[in-house]
């Protein structure tokens, strides 16, 4: 049993659209963090984001984090085929073990 | 600099056999993690070392499992008496400050 809940499952827009990926969890975390994975490589750390009810973005991306540090979101505008991958949302209730959803498989299509 | 390296990037195996699966972390990382990752699912964790050390061992499926990292840096994660249900990506990473946590591309470990 996962304590972080991911949703959708799957995604599929085409270019140019935009996206939101879910992630809940009844637990409270101190950080919660967004990484992306493709086929064959582990994860990439994109964010890490600590206090409830916080905003982040980088460049295309927007993540926020729930303002009781339960839930979090990520959000991209005008989607491009790069983008096209694994999201994990991982979530930390101390200092170092990570718990993770079993991910979002995002594709964009050109 | 560098990223976490895995060595061997596949292995294949028989059900019974030892298998060794190898981790180098950035250099100057304090912490070090074993994760594995079914398919389908996220990575689940198995291991945390700070230092030579292991803090936390929680996440060990059972006792044919053991880890290493005898001088502070390179770990190894050791599987003993494979089963088919050990198959999956073993995933190690490491970190200076415990929340940023750095992946290396995994072992994808197959027991036949």
């Known amino acids: 049993t996962q304590l972080l809940e991911q949703s959708p499952q799957f995604l599929s827009i085409q270019e140019g659209e935009n996206l939101t990926v879910y992630c809940n969890s009844s637990s409270v975390f101190s950080s919660l963090q967004w990484y992306r994975q493709e086929p064959g490589e582990g994860p990439v750390l994109l964010v890490t984001?600590?206090?409830?009810?916080e905003v982040k973005k980088l460049k295309r991306l927007t993540f926020q984090f729930g303002d009781a540090r339960k839930d979090s979101s990520l959000h991209i505008t005008a989607a491009q085929p790069g983008d096209t991958g694994l999201y994990l949302c991982a979530g930390a209730p101390g200092d170092y073990k990570l718990s993770f959803g079993a991910g979002t498989t995002v594709t964009v299509r050109a | 600099g560098a990223g976490v390296s895995q060595t061997p990037s596949n292995k294949v195996t028989e059900k019974g056999k030892y298998v060794e699966l190898r981790c180098d972390p950035i250099?100057?990382?304090?912490?070090l993690y074993w994760y594995r990752q079914s398919l389908g699912q996220g990575p689940e964790f198995l291991i945390y070392?700070?230092?030579?050390?292991?803090?936390?061992d929680s996440g060990l499926p059972n006792d044919r499992f053991f880890a290493v990292r005898p001088e502070g840096s390179v770990s190894t994660l050791k599987i003993q008496r494979t089963e088919r249900g050990d198959s999956a990506v073993y995933l190690c990473?490491?970190?200076?400050?415990?929340?940023?946590?750095?992946f290396g591309p995994g072992t994808r470990l197959t027991v036949l």
């Open positions: 990473a490491s970190s200076l400050n415990g929340r940023a946590q750095y």
């Open positions: 250099s100057g990382h304090t912490a």
């Open positions: 070392f700070q230092g030579t050390g292991a803090a936390d």
């Open positions: 984001v600590v206090t409830g009810g």
